[in-house]
């Protein structure tokens, strides 16, 4: 399965841009990119997810990479309630099936 | 769109009993649904891939007389721990995946709040 390299934690500021990076040099090309984060004892929650395109929605833009090597989740403005683990993760979409490996993804702190 | 639930939300139990945990899909039919476990401080981790009317698939490590998976529709899958143990305690989450039914939004997976499961 092809892996992510993210960094352990990063720190922000309340209503500042945020750009968490994510490595992913052995992607293939049907590999999506998805982003998921997950607050204390809950479940993980979608963020966004992409192919090749940048992707935007109503909680963040996922910016990709040219050669698709690397991506950037990108929260325009950091709230308090953003303060979460961020996964970076490849589909691994053998045959029909998706699927999901988890790393330890990024922690992100917000600041008021 | 895209709701997942889970239940129970958390539950305890004494050492040898048998916990189920059900896994619905609110507003969507579910090609697959996923069960993963999460230890304190550690990352999820895959314990099976469920299709209905299917048998489950199971990671290598998980034992599948332990962890018995049923899904018996398009919107429901269950996980039952039988004979539960102290180590089996953990937190349990489930996630759902329409499949490619057309859309950027199907080719993701949906996950539920997860269950807390203390084994005494």
């Known amino acids: 399965d092809a892996k992510t390299t993210q960094p352990n934690s990063m720190e922000s500021n309340e209503e500042e841009p945020v750009h968490l990076p994510c490595n992913h040099s052995?992607?293939?090309?049907?590999?999506?990119i998805h982003w998921y984060r997950q607050l204390p004892s809950q479940g993980p929650e979608y963020v966004i997810h992409g192919l090749t395109s940048n992707v935007n929605n109503r909680m963040a833009s996922l910016a990709i990479a040219e050669d698709r090597k690397s991506s950037t989740l990108i929260l325009h403005r950091a709230t308090l309630r953003d303060a979460a683990v961020y996964y970076c993760?490849?589909?691994?979409?053998?045959?029909?099936?998706?699927?999901?490996?988890f790393g330890k993804g990024t922690l992100l702190t917000v600041n008021p | 769109g895209a709701v997942v639930s889970q239940h129970p939300s958390w539950v305890i139990c004494k050492s040898g009993t048998s916990v189920k945990i059900e896994c619905r899909s609110l507003?969507?039919?579910?090609?697959?649904m996923f069960w993963y476990r999460q230890f304190p401080k550690q990352s999820l981790m895959l314990m099976a891939t469920s299709n209905e009317g299917s048998k489950a698939t199971y990671e290598q490590g998980v034992e599948k007389d332990k962890f018995l998976i049923n899904h018996a529709s398009l919107t429901l899958s269950t996980l039952t721990v039988t004979s539960a143990h102290p180590e089996d305690s953990s937190f349990y989450i489930c996630?759902?995946?329409?499949?490619?039914?057309?859309?950027?939004?199907?080719?993701?997976?949906?996950f539920g709040p997860g269950t807390r499961l203390t084994v005494l």
């Open positions: 052995t992607i293939s090309g049907t590999d999506y």
């Open positions: 993760i490849l589909s691994y979409s053998g045959g029909s099936n998706y699927k999901l490996t």
């Open positions: 996630s759902a995946w329409r499949g490619l039914a057309g859309g950027v939004e199907a080719d993701t997976q949906y």
């Open positions: 507003d969507f039919q579910a090609t697959t």
